[in-house]
């Protein structure tokens, strides 16, 4: 299981990428003042954020749970991705709509939109975090740090 010294890495490192990659996308998809999407992007982040703890916390506690470790299969790293976008949805879609002054249908679009993105980007980025940064239990026991 992480500790939470790197879920704080993990979730401030998706998050700077992540903004850095949305932000500009977003502006030239959508044809909005990069502000109006920068200010809605960090918004986004920071609940994200919040959420992300909360919903990794979660779902390694089933994990470990259900089958004794946290180490997450393919499919396992699917359910996670689509799981994750789907909370968030539901909690940025009203968000979106009152601040850029648009529709419900025309925020969920938008939102929609970013899930997509970040559900491709959240999978590769928690690929490879795992990747470099193994969680001790998940690790293979000759490359862990002497205690």
Same mark, same amino acid.
């Not at 959508?30 to 779902?59: C, E, K, R, T």
């Given at each position: $299981?992480? /500790? /939470?010294?790197?879920?704080?890495?993990?979730?401030?490192?998706?998050?700077?990428?992540?903004?850095?990659?949305? /932000?500009?996308?977003?502006?030239? /998809?959508?044809? $909005?003042?990069?502000?109006? *999407? =920068?200010?809605?992007?960090?918004?986004?982040?920071?609940?994200?954020?919040?959420?992300?703890? %909360?919903?990794?916390?979660?779902?390694?506690?089933?994990? +470990?749970?259900?089958?004794?470790?946290?180490?997450?299969?393919?499919?396992?790293?699917? %359910?996670?991705?689509?799981?994750?976008?789907?909370?968030?949805?539901?909690?940025? $879609?009203?968000? *979106?709509?009152?601040?850029? =002054?648009?529709?419900?249908?025309?925020?969920?679009?938008?939102?929609?939109?970013?899930? +997509?993105?970040?559900?491709?980007?959240?999978? =590769?980025?928690?690929?490879?975090?795992?990747? *470099?940064?193994?969680?001790?239990?998940?690790?293979?026991?000759?490359?862990?740090?002497?205690?």
């Amino acid at each position: $299981m992480r /500790t /939470t010294r790197d879920r704080i890495r993990h979730t401030l490192a998706f998050e700077i990428i992540g903004l850095a990659l949305i /932000t500009p996308l977003g502006a030239l /998809t959508f044809s $909005m003042p990069l502000h109006d *999407i =920068g200010v809605i992007s960090l918004v986004s982040s920071l609940v994200a954020m919040g959420w992300n703890y %909360v919903y990794n916390y979660g779902f390694d506690r089933l994990l +470990l749970r259900l089958r004794g470790a946290t180490k997450k299969s393919l499919p396992d790293r699917i %359910v996670h991705a689509v799981l994750f976008e789907l909370g968030l949805v539901l909690m940025l $879609m009203p968000l *979106i709509a009152w601040y850029l =002054g648009i529709s419900l249908w025309q925020a969920l679009f938008m939102d929609i939109a970013f899930a +997509l993105f970040y559900m491709v980007y959240a999978f =590769g980025f928690n690929l490879a975090y795992d990747r *470099i940064f193994p969680a001790l239990a998940d690790a293979d026991p000759r490359e862990r740090p002497a205690s």
